[in-house]
């Protein structure tokens, strides 16, 4: 029974930044890779920050430079960090456990997602 519960969502002035949290339960933290999504309305889904057990890290173009994931296996917890947030970020924002694998197949575990809205 994997569990993410996301926190520190909210709504922040243009330029601003957010630090959004991911709390996993029901599973070994340390040896999984993270990641946050974003979906804004009307939108595809669409990766804005991975991280594996190695610490090695991945973001689109649209982020880079802005935000950083980074992650506390003491506490179970990952972390993005945003700054010079603009309207553009406004987005429901989720995060994601996986790819882990059983029998070859790769399995997905999801939050219930955080409102971000960026005001100009």
């Known amino acids: 029974q994997v569990q993410l519960v996301e926190s520190g969502g909210g709504l922040v002035q243009a330029g601003g930044s957010l630090r959004l949290s991911c709390a996993a339960s029901?599973?070994?933290?340390?040896?999984?890779?993270m990641g946050w999504y974003r979906q804004g309305q009307g939108k595809q889904r669409e990766l804005v920050a991975e991280?594996?057990?190695?610490?090695?890290?991945n973001y689109p173009d649209s982020v880079k430079g802005r935000f950083t994931i980074f992650r506390d296996n003491a506490k179970n917890t990952v972390y993005l960090q945003m700054n010079s947030l603009k309207p553009e970020d406004t987005a429901v924002y989720y995060c994601?456990?996986?790819?882990?694998?059983?029998?070859?197949?790769?399995?997905?575990?999801w939050g219930q997602g955080t409102q971000v809205t960026v005001s100009s």
């Open positions: 029901g599973t070994i933290f340390s040896i999984s890779t």
């Open positions: 994601k456990l996986g790819p882990t694998y059983y029998s070859g197949i790769p399995m997905y575990y």
């Open positions: 991280i594996n057990s190695r610490d090695d890290t």
